[in-house]
Each structure stands twice: as structure tokens, then as C-alpha cells.
């Protein structure tokens, strides 16, 4: 690793540590209390929206209410979305004259942005008219991201709360998200990714004649703002089909490091706002500790892993399959950061990582993306592990699990299992089945461990709803189509339910005072008892099948054999 790597590391460390208290504070008082925010402009326009849609703000509602609010507005999210796709060839702003997309890929792909993985099957300036990106693709950035956050602001009300049923209001919740963080972050981002170069209009694809003479066909469209809320909503989806690899989306070592920082910036504030609300900041300051350090172990082995001597060629640091304009150090890190966050874009193809390095990748998302996470779902995935780190200590010391004044009793034990096994069920199965059949092994592009990897982190990024792909399968068929958006749907909706009906659940309880007994969540020995959970309970689960690809990939490389 060069000085300039370092630098570039420790800088990114430092500018997310240093935004993380102050966005963290105007969180906690975004979603505070019901009180108009934003000023009087922004209290009239929040009125607007709650009038319009005959919502009453004051009006709480129980974990189930709050469930029942959530699912519908995203399973109608996925109805409008697939019609977008099915009708874009008769609706407007439709330059190019692309045509309808196939079902089972509208399919996929509504499930996919509702659920914010963004997995994409299909090339995005070649299938998606302007409308569709900005109507219905856009549209979804903005709302799946809100909603991972509203249940993030929901675990810190059932902790802070005492002997009452009221979350507070999810309609209230999800309109702030989007009116006061998500949309002006995105107009600041959106601008200067502009200023860097990246296209936005609404212009058709223009032709170019290449040096050689050979006339290139451009796409053009809408860019830069969906780039800036895939990136702040840790969506990933990319507007062209080389994602952030593309200049046209990502042009300069500048935007490049911005987009990775938009990436961490509010899945990291989010543990300031939970501290504040909870009202144990050092906990919160723990839980980014816990994530910061994971995500900079990960980095450094990433890289070593990728700078070692690759027997097979005599030289490390290869640059098949990353981009030229960024080099090895930012395609590793932009890995980490991607696979760490709920979000997928890629500036490099990671089934060109070593093996180890793509193995890496591929545990950052089996540990539930607890690693800052996506926007609101790493915090609430991380509360799940802390839960389970609060109870086997209990057990160890034979108390009754106690957590920030709250006891944690059977009933949290078995929505806790039930989220963690749920994802990796469907990573696992879905795996298996498709090593199995002919339909998931038909359009599989490697043989060997590489293919078992390509298969598996397919079925890891659906169910950890990340979004980014090894790239060697083609995953646009019925099938892959068909099982990738259960695994998404599961692995969205199968943790998000838990996790209301145990916030419900603390919510409903009496406060405990602390005493002599009581089990301190804000010191060094609890974010090492923490560490260790997350990475035993990720280890015994998908050690056995990542001992068949990444890993053993990696000796048979040392022995000069590929795939």
C-alpha cells in the first residue's frame, strides 16, 4: 500500500467520524417528536403531504399498524414499478423507443429496487426509457432508503420508550426522511457530481466516430441524480451498465471518493442519532467502533490479499477488470465500502478480485451488512447481533438478559433467530438448489469454485439486499429472475418484520433501573464480546460453503490453477 493509499484511508475515516455527531444530532431531531421541522416553508409543505394523503401525524401506531403502513406502501411500490417497465414503450420520455421490459425481469427488477438492492440483470441505458429510471427506479431510491430508516428510528423509540404500544407514525416517519435528509442531500450531491462531469439531461444517445473510425453509439439521460440518492440511500443500482465504473457516472478520483463517503455517511450517523435517543451516546459511539473497525480490517486484508504475488502471472496488484482512471487501491476499497453498505454500485468487476478479496466481499454482505449497513437496515441488523451479544451474556453469568433498562426475554430471542436464519436460509438453499438444476448451472460462465462463488454471490447480494453481482452469471433468465427476488423479498421483509414487532415488544416494557448487576453496552469489553459474535455467528454459518469456493480457490491459485 502507497503513502498516498494511507492517506486516502485515514482521510476517509476521519471526514466520516467527523459528520457523523452533527448529522447524527439533526436526526435525532428530525424524528424526535411529530412538531413541524424545516422552518416555515418546510412545516407548510410537510402540512401539504399530510392533507393530501389524509393523514393525521399526531396518530401513533403499535408495531402491527406500523407493519401493516409499511408492507403496503412497498407491495404497492412493486405493482407500480413492474407496470412502468411493462407500459414504458407507450408512455413518454422514451427517446431511444426502448421497448417493454420481459416480465419476469420487470419483476425482478421491482422487487429488487423496492426492497433497495438494486440487483440488475439487465443493462440500464439499453432497457430502461428516462421515465422509467426517474418515475419509477428514482422514485424507489428514495422511499426503500426511507423506509430502512424509519425502521431504524422505530428500534430507538421501543428502547426509549416505556409501557406503551405507540412507534410513532409511519407515514410521518417516511415522508421526513424523504423531504428533510434524502432529498436535499441528493439536489447538494446531485449538483456537484454535475460539476465533476457526470451527465445530466434528457437527450437521446448521440453517435461518435472513434479514432479508428468506427462510429460509437453514447447514452445520455438523467445520471447524476440517480446517482447521487443510489449512492446517499445505499441503493447501488447503476443508471449505465458499467455502474460506477463508467465515466459518465463516476469521472474523476473526486466524485469517486465522494460517492464512497455518500455511501457510510448516514448508515454512520445513524448510531450517533440511536445514542442520542437511547440515551446512551457512548453506546452509540461503541456500535461505530464496532463497524469501523470491521470495515477497516476487511480493507487491509482485501488489499493484502490482492497485492500478494499471483503465482500465475509473477506480479500482484493486477488490473483486469478495475478501471484505469482509479487504480487497485480505490477498486478494493470501493469493494468493502459497497459490500459493507447495502449498496452494490461497483467501480471494478469483483469476480476479477482475488479470491480472497471476492470471498471478503462476499462476507461482508453474509454478516447481515452490519458494517455501517444500508440506510437504516445497518443499524437495525446490528441491534439484532447486539441483542443476541446481550443474551449469551446473560446466559454466561446467569442473569436475565438486560439491555439499556429493557430485559430481553424468549419472545425477543425468537424474533432474533428468526431474522438472523431467515437471509442466510435463502442464501444457502437458493445456492443449492441452483448447483443442482440445470436451469441455475445453464448460464453459469465459470466452472470450479469460481462458479460455486458467481452462484452464491448472487443469492448472498439478493438476501443481503446489496445489488452487486460477480458478473459471470447471467442472471437475466426466468429463473434467476424468479429466485433472486424471493431471496430479496425474504431477506428485506423477513428482518424488518422482526425487528418492529421487538421493538414493539421493548416499547410495551417498564425502564429498569441499572444497577451493580446490570450489563454495561458502552465499554471496550462489550464492543470485543460484540466483534466476536458477529463474526462466529457469520463464520459457523457460511464457512463450510465458502471453504468450496473462495477459499479453496485461493490455494488452488498458489498451485497455478484457475477458472
Not at 84 to 93: D, I, S, T
Not at 331 to 351: D, E, K, Q
Request: charged letters at 10%; a neutral charge; aromatic letters at 10%.
Amino acid at each position: 500500500m502507497k503513502p498516498t493509499d494511507l492517506f486516502e484511508l485515514a482521510l476517509f475515516l476521519v471526514l466520516l467520524t467527523a459528520l457523523t455527531p452533527p448529522l447524527g444530532a439533526y436526526l435525532h431531531r428530525l424524528f424526535r417528536d411529530t412538531e413541524p421541522v424545516g422552518g416555515p416553508a418546510g412545516a407548510a409543505l410537510e402540512r401539504f403531504f399530510y392533507r393530501f394523503s389524509e393523514v393525521r401525524p399526531g396518530q401513533g401506531m403499535n408495531w402491527r399498524q406500523y407493519a401493516g403502513a409499511l408492507m403496503v406502501f412497498n407491495l404497492l411500490g412493486v405493482l407500480v414499478v413492474f407496470l412502468f417497465q411493462l407500459w414504458q414503450h407507450a408512455l413518454p420520455l422514451n427517446p431511444a423507443g426502448l421497448p417493454a421490459v420481459s416480465w419476469h425481469s420487470a419483476l425482478n427488477t421491482a422487487v429488487s429496487f423496492v426492497t433497495n438492492t438494486n440487483w440488475q440483470g439487465y443493462a440500464g441505458e439499453t432497457t430502461m426509457s428516462h421515465l422509467t429510471q426517474m418515475m419509477a427506479l428514482t422514485v424507489q431510491n428514495f422511499v426503500s432508503a426511507a423506509t430502512g430508516l424509519a425502521v431504524a428510528v422505530v428500534v430507538a423509540r421501543g428502547i426509549a420508550r416505556k409501557n406503551t404500544r405507540d412507534l410513532g407514525n409511519f407515514w410521518v416517519d417516511l415522508v421526513r426522511g424523504v423531504l428533510f435528509l434524502l432529498l436535499p442531500a441528493s439536489v447538494i450531491l446531485g449538483l456537484v457530481l454535475v460539476g465533476e462531469g457526470v451527465v445530466q439531461n434528457f437527450s437521446a444517445a448521440t453517435a461518435a466516430t472513434t479514432l479508428e473510425g468506427v462510429t460509437q453509439t453514447i447514452p445520455l439521460g438523467p445520471a447524476a441524480s440517480q446517482i447521487a440518492i443510489k449512492m446517499l440511500g445505499t441503493n447501488g443500482g447503476g443508471f449505465f451498465n458499467a455502474n460506477a465504473a463508467h465515466p459518465f457516472e463516476n469521472p474523476t478520483p473526486l466524485s469517486n471518493f465522494l460517492q464512497m463517503l455518500a455511501i457510510f455517511v448516514i448508515p454512520a450517523a445513524l448510531t450517533s442519532m440511536y445514542g442520542r435517543m437511547t440515551g446512551s451516546r457512548r453506546h452509540g459511539w461503541v456500535i461505530f467502533g464496532v463497524m469501523a473497525f470491521l470495515f477497516a480490517a476487511f480493507t487491509f486484508l482485501s488489499l493484502w490479499s490482492e497485492s500478494v504475488v499471483n503465482p500465475l502471472f509473477g506480479t500482484g496488484s493486477l488490473m483486469e477488470g478495475k478501471e484505469t482512471r482509479f487504480g487497485v487501491f480505490n477498486s478494493i476499497l470501493f469493494s468493502i465500502v459497497t459490500t459493507a453498505a447495502s449498496c452494490g454500485a461497483v467501480n471494478a468487476m469483483h469476480a476479477s478480485l482475488s479470491p480472497l478479496s471476492g470471498g471478503l466481499a462476499l462476507l461482508n454482505m453474509q454478516l447481515g451488512e452490519v458494517i455501517f449497513g444500508g440506510v437504516g437496515a445497518g443499524l437495525y441488523g446490528m441491534f439484532l447481533f447486539i441483542l443476541l451479544t446481550v443474551f449469551l451474556a446473560g446466559l454466561m453469568v446467569g442473569r436475565t438478559p438486560e439491555y439499556l433498562g429493557k430485559k430481553i426475554e424468549a419472545a425477543e430471542m425468537r424474533w432474533v433467530i428468526l431474522a438472523i436464519v431467515a437471509p442466510s436460509a435463502m442464501i444457502l438453499l437458493g445456492t443449492a438448489i441452483s448447483v443442482l438444476t440445470p436451469a441455475g448451472l445453464s448460464s453459469l460462465a465459470n466452472g470450479g469454485p469460481h462458479g460455486l462463488s458467481e452462484i452464491l454471490y448472487a443469492f448472498t447480494s439478493a438476501a443481503a439486499n446489496n445489488g452487486s453481482a460477480f458478473a459471470g452469471l447471467n442472471a437475466n433468465t426466468v429463473y434467476y429472475n424468479l429466485m433472486l427476488a424471493a431471496a430479496m423479498f425474504v431477506g428485506r421483509f423477513a428482518v424488518i418484520l422482526p425487528v418492529l414487532a421487538i421493538a414493539g415488544g421493548l416499547a410495551a416494557k417498564k425502564q429498569s433501573p441499572s444497577s451493580a448487576g446490570s450489563f454495561e453496552v458502552d465499554t471496550g469489553l462489550f464492543a470485543v464480546l460484540l466483534t466476536g459474535v458477529i463474526l462466529i455467528v457469520g463464520g459457523l454459518t457460511f464457512f463450510p460453503v465458502m471453504s468450496l469456493g473462495p477459499i479453496v480457490e485461493h490455494f488452488l491459485l498458489l498451485r497455478g490453477q484457475s477458472f
